[in-house]
C-alpha cells in the first residue's frame, strides 16, 4: 500500500490536521475519490482508544465538521462550475465512469443520495458535486449533508474506538486495519462490476 494511502502513515504525519484535511477532500473535492476517508476514520478510533491521537471527544466533533464542509465546498462548486464539472476528458484520476456511477445512485435514491453516498466510497466525492450541479436546494442538501456526516464519520470512528478496547483488535491493529481498508474497497467494487455490467447488457 502506498504510505500516502495507509491510515496509519497520515495519521503518524499530520495528525488530527491531516484527517480533517483527507475527509474534506474526499467529501468535497472530485480529486479525492481515492483517498482512504473510511480506513482513517476507523484508524482513528483505534488510535484514539489507545490514547494515542485526540481524544475520541475532539475526533467526534471535528471529524463531523471536516466531513460535513467538505461537501458544503463540494455543493459550491457543482452549483459554480455547473456541467462542465462532469464533461472533462479522462485523466489518470477523472475517469467519466466514476461521473456515470454517482449519477446512476443519485438517479436511484433522489435526495437520499446525499445521506447514503457517505457510505459508499468514490460515489460520496462525487455525488456532492452532481448535488450542486442538479440545483439541489441548499437547505435541504445541507440538513442531508449534516446528518449523513454526523452519522459516517462518528459511526465508524466509534466503532474503530470500541474495537479498540478489544485485546485481540488491540493486539493486531495493522491486521484489522488491512481489514478495514479492504472492506472500505468492497463497494468500489461492486460499483465497478455493475457498471461493467451495464455497459456489456
Given at each position: 500500500?502506498?504510505?500516502?494511502?495507509?491510515?496509519?502513515?497520515?495519521?503518524?504525519?499530520?495528525?488530527?490536521?491531516?484527517?480533517?484535511?483527507?475527509?474534506?477532500?474526499?467529501?468535497?473535492?472530485?480529486?479525492?475519490?481515492?483517498?482512504?476517508?473510511?480506513?482513517?476514520?476507523?484508524?482513528?478510533?483505534?488510535?484514539?482508544?489507545?490514547?494515542?491521537?485526540?481524544?475520541?471527544?475532539?475526533?467526534?466533533?471535528?471529524?463531523?465538521?471536516?466531513?460535513?464542509?467538505?461537501?458544503?465546498?463540494?455543493?459550491?462548486?457543482?452549483?459554480?462550475?455547473?456541467?462542465?464539472?462532469?464533461?472533462?476528458?479522462?485523466?489518470?484520476?477523472?475517469?467519466?465512469?466514476?461521473?456515470?456511477?454517482?449519477?446512476?445512485?443519485?438517479?436511484?435514491?433522489?435526495?437520499?443520495?446525499?445521506?447514503?453516498?457517505?457510505?459508499?466510497?468514490?460515489?460520496?466525492?462525487?455525488?456532492?458535486?452532481?448535488a450542486g450541479v442538479a440545483r439541489m436546494d441548499f437547505?435541504?442538501?445541507?440538513?442531508?449533508?449534516?446528518?449523513?456526516?454526523?452519522?459516517?464519520?462518528?459511526?465508524?470512528?466509534?466503532?474503530?474506538?470500541?474495537?479498540?478496547?478489544?485485546?485481540?483488535?488491540?493486539?493486531?491493529?495493522?491486521?484489522?486495519?488491512?481489514?478495514?481498508?479492504?472492506?472500505s474497497l468492497v463497494p468500489v467494487v461492486i460499483e465497478?462490476?455493475?457498471?461493467?455490467?451495464?455497459?456489456?447488457?
Amino acid at each position: 500500500m502506498s504510505a500516502f494511502l495507509d491510515p496509519s502513515h497520515l495519521i503518524n504525519t499530520f495528525g488530527l490536521v491531516g484527517i480533517m484535511a483527507v475527509l474534506f477532500a474526499e467529501c468535497g473535492l472530485l480529486i479525492g475519490f481515492f483517498l482512504p476517508g473510511d480506513s482513517l476514520l476507523f484508524t482513528a478510533g483505534l488510535l484514539a482508544a489507545g490514547g494515542l491521537i485526540a481524544p475520541l471527544w475532539v475526533l467526534l466533533v471535528f471529524l463531523p465538521v471536516a466531513a460535513i464542509a467538505g461537501n458544503l465546498v463540494g455543493w459550491w462548486i457543482g452549483r459554480t462550475a455547473g456541467p462542465a464539472v462532469f464533461q472533462r476528458p479522462d485523466s489518470r484520476l477523472f475517469k467519466a465512469e466514476h461521473v456515470e456511477r454517482a449519477r446512476a445512485f443519485f438517479e436511484r435514491n433522489g435526495a437520499r443520495t446525499i445521506l447514503l453516498a457517505r457510505f459508499v466510497a468514490v460515489v460520496r466525492s462525487f455525488a456532492t458535486v452532481m448535488a450542486g450541479v442538479a440545483r439541489m436546494d441548499f437547505r435541504r442538501f445541507a440538513l442531508h449533508s449534516a446528518l449523513g456526516g454526523i452519522l459516517w464519520a462518528s459511526g465508524i470512528t466509534v466503532l474503530g474506538y470500541w474495537l479498540g478496547h478489544v485485546a485481540v483488535v488491540r493486539d493486531h491493529v495493522e491486521l484489522f486495519i488491512l481489514g478495514i481498508v479492504a472492506l472500505s474497497l468492497v463497494p468500489v467494487v461492486i460499483e465497478g462490476l455493475r457498471g461493467r455490467r451495464t455497459a456489456v447488457g
